[in-house]
């Protein structure tokens, strides 16, 4: 008795492992790969994150690479729900752009093409005071 299958008949219903597969196919049935941040989306959005930190506005944050959006999530402690979502949905780059911010509230607060002009809504306006 051996740990080993039993070799195959001449009249078997199993594949032959010379038999030619269809790559379109295949390719078709893989899942498809999630949507990341590129680098240098990463940096822009960690330059922003490691100012409010500094701040004392942010704490913690959490990166999820979903098969339809990226999204970078905000704290201000770790389990709470996020103050922000930095998300980016490819599907919508055509349309709205593809980088939003979202508040905890779930409202839009910019949207666009270019990731910079989005994160422009964390840059603090100086008020003259008199």
């Given at each position: 008795m051996?740990?080993?299958?039993?070799?195959?008949r001449?009249?078997?219903?199993?594949?032959?492992?010379?038999?030619?597969?269809?790559?379109?196919?295949?390719?078709?049935?893989?899942?498809?790969?999630p949507?990341?941040?590129?680098?240098?989306?990463?940096?822009?959005?960690?330059?922003?994150?490691?100012?409010?930190?500094g701040?004392?506005?942010?704490?913690?944050?959490?990166?999820?690479?979903?098969?339809?959006?990226?999204?970078?999530?905000?704290?201000?402690?770790?389990?709470?729900?996020?103050?922000?979502?930095?998300e980016?949905?490819p599907?919508?780059?055509?349309?709205?752009?593809?980088?939003?911010?979202?508040n905890?509230?779930?409202?839009?607060?910019?949207?666009?093409q270019?990731?910079?002009?989005?994160?422009?809504?964390?840059?603090?306006?100086?008020?003259?005071?008199?």
């Open positions: 051996t740990d080993q299958p039993d070799l195959q001449a009249g078997s219903s199993q594949k032959d492992s010379s038999s030619i597969i269809d790559l379109r196919e295949y390719k078709q049935s893989k899942d498809a790969l949507i990341t941040f590129h680098r240098r989306e990463l940096d822009a959005i960690l330059r922003i994150y490691g100012r409010m930190v701040e004392g506005e942010w704490r913690d944050y959490a990166i999820d690479h979903l098969k339809d959006r990226a999204v970078f999530s905000v704290f201000k402690r770790s389990g709470e729900m996020p103050l922000f979502r930095i980016k949905n599907k919508l780059a055509a349309k709205q752009g593809a980088f939003s911010v979202v905890v509230d779930g409202r839009i607060l910019k949207r666009g270019d990731l910079q002009q989005v994160l422009k809504v964390f840059e603090k306006v100086l008020k003259l005071i008199e």
